[in-house]
């Protein structure tokens, strides 16, 4: 045909839509995607946009994302990830394009590798993805045109909470080798606490498991996730709190009991805190230079006494504001323009 409108020609040609719909495409699913460099680069990344963000500066007169779109598909709730990403893009220049899942097609049966297509020929190249399955990521989703960056699926994997939190500590201990992290809670149906061992150990640290017994991991399914290739130690927190450089809070993950381990789904967590929590008395017990972390959502007086959220060494807040840092760089890295 010779007679194309010259419009159709330059759409057609267009950089942005051309990339998302060709050539090979970078994925963030989980931390082991990114190399011991990528992750260094990443890390200093932060630190500059950090920096920059701080001082006021600027990111370039367009931003480093400027003519991308950035879509955000979310299947399960979320305030942390979902509105940190949004930021994260629009603070980087791209445009987003945020599905209401519940309001979309995929009501109507149309499949995400679909839904993921119609997306990258609207011009998205990075669909931003939260989901209840752990299998979610299948191979052929690769295929549909679009990078994609795990905001959380399953128990499986949430690699920028991981990337997040060794940043947040790092800011404050430097090194992480030979730290003593101790994640305590419902780690069984943890993608944080899988996505945290896989990376804490990579630094060097030393993680301790500890929580109600039905509600820590089978250890020898876990061990290959940890860099030392041995199962990860699980103590109860009473006997792991003195030795904690860190201990991690996670919250009891009731929407995955009932796929997980269906026995579990109707249990009561009365006395959670007392028995298992972090107390105000069991955390006097911790060193003095032994720092909170928690990913949020806090359950306030469940898995952590109120007044500990608030404690002087709880860095819950500084977790959130690093989130934004840490994902303005991974949407740089899957974008490919990382410095
Ligand atoms: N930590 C975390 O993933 O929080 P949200 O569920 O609020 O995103």
């Known amino acids: 045909m010779t007679d194309t ?201 030393r993680v301790i498991f500890s929580g109600p017994p039905d509600l820590l991991p089978d250890a020898k399914s876990w061990a290959s996730l940890a860099d030392q290739n041995e199962p990860p130690r699980m103590l109860a927190l009473d006997d792991a709190i003195e030795q904690a450089d860190v201990i991690m809070c996670l919250r009891i993950q009731h929407e995955r009991h009932h796929v997980v381990s269906p026995a579990l789904s109707n249990r009561e967590h009365t006395d959670f805190l007392s028995a298992y929590g972090l107390t105000e008395e069991r955390f006097a017990r911790a060193k003095p230079t032994c720092l909170i972390l928690h990913p949020g959502p806090v359950n306030r007086d469940v898995e952590i006494a109120s007044a500990l959220a608030e404690h002087p060494r709880s860095l819950i807040l500084e977790q959130v504001r690093n989130g934004l840092f840490i994902r303005m760089a991974t949407l740089e890295w899957v974008a490919g323009v990382l410095p």
Not at 35 to 59: F, N, V
Not at 109 to 130: C, H, K, N, P
Not at 174 to 181: E, F, Q
């Open 5 to 205: 409108p010259t419009s159709m020609q330059i759409s057609s040609h267009s950089p942005v839509l051309a990339s998302s719909l060709n050539g090979p495409r970078q994925h963030l699913l989980d931390v082991d995607d990114l190399s011991d460099a990528e992750l260094s680069r990443l890390y200093e990344r932060a630190i500059d946009l950090q920096r920059r963000m701080w001082a006021g500066l600027s990111l370039g007169a367009r931003g480093p994302l400027h003519g991308q779109v950035v879509a955000t598909l979310f299947f399960e709730a979320s305030t942390r990830t979902r509105l940190s990403f949004e930021l994260a893009a629009q603070r980087l220049g791209a445009l987003t394009m945020p599905l209401e899942v519940s309001r979309s097609s995929l009501e109507k049966s149309e499949s995400l590798f679909d839904t993921l297509q119609t997306l990258a020929a609207m011009g998205a190249t990075i669909a931003v993805v939260r989901h209840s399955d752990n299998g979610v990521f299948s191979p052929h989703l690769a295929g549909a045109g679009i990078s994609l960056l795990n905001a959380g699926n399953g128990t499986a994997a949430h690699p920028t909470q991981a990337l997040l939190d060794a940043y947040t500590l790092m800011q404050h201990l430097g090194t992480l080798r030979d730290r003593v992290i101790v994640i305590n809670g419902d780690i069984r149906h943890s993608r944080v606490a899988r996505s945290n061992l896989r990376l804490l150990s990579r630094l060097g640290a």
